[in-house]
């Protein structure tokens, strides 16, 4: 079965600290996709990144880096010297990369940044 | 270019009432989706569309129907509104290929209120 799993519901982090948002899946899928989005207190969602289940190069984009191991199934998401303006609840999904047709999204973690 | 959008952004029904929700998206994109956020749940596709003429069950397709006459709108039907209906749904759409790093484009949401 697909599934995605978020186990920090709640993150609370002091303004410039870094933070690690975890993200495991299951999927018995070969070829498979993996997002994260953003969901600020405005409510819409952003996309962040997709991810290549036949490429597990660690990508950074400024302050935000991923780090994909398919060993443990885990797609993690870190945030470096982390701003207010991260507070947000963050979403990791999950896609089949044939057809595409369902998303399967994890229950999310909310993010807050203390100034 | 607006992307995708919804209508309306907040509805408050009482039980049994039906109402439409439309999406639409001017991106030429063959794939929609619909999605509701509840929370504690993450998002749970309700049904998808792959073009013009199609629809498919998602995860929690009870209570709800979808049309697609046309490419470019994706309508979900509530017949007779139930108290667990109330959430925010999202409209969401996606070219069917998947080159450039391609993900789903999401709509702002409908905050729906079912008394």
């Known amino acids: 079965a697909q599934k995605v799993t978020q186990a920090q519901t709640e993150i609370s982090v002091v303004e410039k600290e870094d933070v690690t948002l975890d993200c495991v899946y299951e999927t018995r899928d070969t070829t498979y996709y993996l997002f994260w989005y953003k969901q600020p207190p405005s409510g819409e969602l952003v996309f962040l990144i997709r991810?290549?289940?036949?490429?597990?190069q660690n990508e950074i984009s400024g302050r935000y880096s991923w780090n994909f191991q398919k060993s443990t199934s885990s797609f993690n998401f870190t945030i470096t010297a982390s701003q207010v303006v991260d507070s947000a609840v963050y979403f990791c999904?999950?896609?089949?990369?044939?057809?595409?047709?369902?998303?399967?999204f994890g229950t999310g973690t909310s993010l807050t940044v203390i100034p | 270019n607006a992307g995708v959008t919804q209508t309306p952004k907040f509805r408050v029904l009482k039980t049994g009432q039906s109402m439409t929700l439309l999406c639409a998206q001017d991106?030429?994109?063959?794939?929609m989706y619909w999605y509701r956020q509840d929370p504690g749940m993450g998002l749970r596709l309700i049904h998808y569309s792959v073009g013009e003429g199609t629809t498919a069950k998602g995860e929690v397709p009870d209570g709800y129907n979808v049309s697609r006459l046309k490419k470019q709108n994706f309508l979900l039907g509530l017949e007779s509104a139930a108290p667990s209906q109330t959430s925010v749904y999202f409209c969401a759409s996606r070219d069917s290929s998947w080159l450039n790093k391609e993900t789903q484009y999401f709509g702002p949401g409908t905050r729906l209120l079912v008394l």
């Open positions: 999904a999950l896609s089949d990369a044939f057809t595409g047709n369902q998303f399967y």
């Open positions: 991106m030429n994109h063959e794939y």
């Open positions: 991810r290549n289940s036949f490429d597990e």
